[in-house]
């Protein structure tokens, strides 16, 4: 009753099964893996801290970004259809920078298999403008670092008389406690 079998949401679906027959001949059906984990997590904290259980992006806001921040994430396994949208911001020449404790390859660059000429010349699409190896644990850091820069661009803003930095907006109708 205190064993919990975890597994990869990276994991074939013959291994994820041959894995939960192991743990219910173990006499246990515990078995989240780090999708259910992850997203268990997110649909109780995003609706208490943002209103809603997924985050606020979607992909046709990509269309009209002026910068891309990711932390901690591998975009060519976790979510790889996400590449066509990223290529597609870097030719509008938009910065995509990257926190992340390994290099990934998504994040590096990517040759579109949907586009015949890029596939034949194997000539990639650079993602990343910047690629920040931090220490595992260091997001947090650099997360209170620009909070920090933020809050005092907008103080100097509204001491100037200039329109806010914050979406003060956007923070009165979507969070709590601010």
Not at 93 to 108: A, I, S, T, Y
Not at 116 to 137: C, F, L, R
């Amino acid at each position: 009753e205190s064993v919990v079998f975890y597994a990869s949401g990276r994991a074939s679906l013959e291994t994820s099964y041959t894995y939960q027959l192991l743990a219910r001949m173990y006499g246990n059906n515990n078995l989240p893996d780090s999708s259910n984990m992850c997203h268990e997590t997110t649909s109780v904290a995003l609706p208490q801290s943002i209103g809603t259980p997924v985050g606020p992006v979607l992909l046709h806001d990509y269309d009209h970004t002026d910068c891309i921040i990711s932390f901690g994430q591998n975009v060519g396994t976790n979510s790889p259809r996400l590449l066509h949208s990223l290529q597609e911001v870097r030719e509008r020449d938009v910065p995509v920078v990257v926190f992340n404790p390994l290099k990934e390859r998504g994040w590096q660059e990517f040759v579109n298999p949907q586009r015949p000429g890029q596939m034949a010349t194997n000539k990639a699409t650079q993602i990343a403008t910047q690629y920040h190896q931090v220490s595992a644990g260091g997001d947090i850091a650099v997360m209170m670092g620009m909070a920090k820069c933020l809050f005092t661009w907008d103080d100097e803003a509204r001491s100037r008389g200039d329109a806010r930095v914050l979406d003060v907006d956007f923070i009165d109708q979507q969070t709590h406690g601010f």
